[in-house]
């Protein structure tokens, strides 16, 4: 995940009913289902779980510091998930009133990690893996609205990739995943079901891609020519440049931070462990 900045996160953490609306219109899906797909969890489970969890963020000011507003919106993700969450105090006094029991669910990033950890039952989940998770199953719900060839390009072999590109190849993608370092695609897809590393040259040679997941910072690079006119494009990049450049802003998702903290929250409230790779 890049660091995210203030202005990243401006203005998202107030208008939840717009979230909700875009997500119903271009996902027909709601967040708490959304993240039961992403986790392979039956949807009832994923909400009794959350409406059960005590959430509480601890902000963490240590190397580049706190980043106005992420505590706020990891707060509100919760909330609107249904979950009780308090912004606890930051650092280690935070830490100590969450393990002397002020919540069930721990959410903390520093500069190298971003954890949700089920103090109570178990369970723990990083960001890059859950973030990859939710973007594929948002993209796996716009593939199956639209009709679309199960067949995917990903872009970028960093965490979110490689679990997007993990979770797309179990649910029956073919999966193309692509990174500018070379070697490092084809290194990292050798694990992966379904999955064939390559380098952004040989993109030119294989058929356009109705199918896209964005996981670079650099979405104004990739060719539009390369997708289908009517592609999907699911895009956990930060920052994201593709609004406005789609002919249809239904077959898109982005959002910088709240997906993925959804995909964490529910994965920590059903025990399930996931790491980034
Ligand atoms: O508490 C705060 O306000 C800050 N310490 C939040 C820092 C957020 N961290 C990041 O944006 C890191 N790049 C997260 C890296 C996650 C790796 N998957």
């Known amino acids: 995940m890049t660091r995210l900045s203030e202005a990243d996160l401006a203005g998202q953490a107030g208008d939840w009913a717009a979230y909700a609306r875009r997500m119903r219109e271009n996902l027909a899906v709601e967040l708490p289902e959304l993240c039961a797909r992403a986790l392979d969890l039956p949807d009832d489970m994923v909400r ?15 190397g580049e510091g706190r980043i106005g507003g992420f505590a706020e919106l990891l707060a509100a993700t919760a909330a609107f998930l249904g979950c009780p969450a308090d912004i606890l105090p930051p650092d280690a006094a935070g830490f100590a009133q969450a393990r002397a029991g002020a919540c069930d669910i721990l959410l903390w990033a520093d500069d190298e990690t971003y954890l949700a950890e089920n103090l109570r039952d178990g369970g723990r989940a990083e960001n890059g893996w859950a973030t990859g998770r939710g973007f594929a199953a948002a993209l796996d719900s716009m593939a199956c609205r639209h009709h679309l060839e199960r067949r995917a390009l990903v872009l970028g072999a960093g965490p979110v990739g490689c679990s997007a590109a993990a979770w797309l190849g179990g649910h029956g993608y073919a999966v193309s995943l ?100």
Request: charged residues 15%.
């Open 48 to 62: 009794r779980r959350l409406a059960a969890a005590r959430v509480g963020i601890v902000p963490v000011s240590s």
């Open 178 to 277: 692509c990174d500018t370092v070379p070697g490092r695609a084809q290194a990292r897809a050798a694990g992966l079901p379904t999955c064939t590393g390559l380098e952004p040259a040989a993109l030119a040679a294989l058929p356009p891609f109705a199918c896209l997941l964005d996981a670079t910072p650099t979405g104004a690079c990739f060719p539009r020519e390369r997708l289908t006119h009517g592609a999907c494009v699911s895009a956990p990049g930060v920052p994201c440049r593709w609004p406005g450049r789609l002919p249809d802003a239904r077959r898109f998702w982005h959002d910088p931070l709240q997906l993925g903290t959804a995909v964490m929250l529910a994965a920590a409230a059903c025990g399930m462990e996931g790491e980034d790779a």
